[in-house]
Nanobody, 124 residues
Framework: QVELVESGGGLVQAGDSLRLSCAAS????????MGWFRQAPGREREFVAA????????DYTDSVKGRFTISRDNAKNSVYLQMNSLKPEDTAVYYC?????????????????WGQGTQVTVSS
């Protein structure tokens, strides 16, 4: 079993920054791809960013490219999402997840462990 706990969400103004953290405990963390997803009210959960097990490869949804950065520290069993230049449309509950695979994974169906989520609200 893997437990994922997100932190770092909050209420900010447009243009501000936030750094989300996700701490993992339990079974192997370093051998698997990690991802961040988000879900806004009334919308489907969507992919935000993913990072391979080594941290050498990353991928982002188009709407956050150039603003968000995913990173990981395998020694600390943690993954991070640095979010800059936040926009009101970034408002959502953000979830971290551990994939079934070591390479980049963008499909939610290939993630088998999920955190409880952290709320990010961006006011205009």
């Amino acid at each position: 079993q893997v437990e994922l706990v997100e932190s770092g969400g909050g209420l900010v103004q447009a243009g501000d920054s936030l750094r989300l953290s996700c701490a993992a405990s339990g079974r192997t963390f370093s051998g698997y791809s990690m991802g961040w997803f988000r879900q806004a009210p009334g919308r489907e959960r969507e992919f935000v960013a993913a990072i391979s097990w080594s941290g050498g490869n990353t991928d982002y949804t188009d709407s956050v490219k150039g603003r968000f950065t995913i990173s990981r520290d395998n020694a600390k069993n943690s993954v991070y999402l640095q979010m800059n230049s936040l926009k009101p449309e970034d408002t959502a509950v953000y979830y971290c997840a551990r994939a079934l695979l070591s390479g980049l994974v963008v499909s939610a169906g290939l993630y088998n462990y999920w955190g409880q989520g952290t709320q990010v609200t961006v006011s205009s």
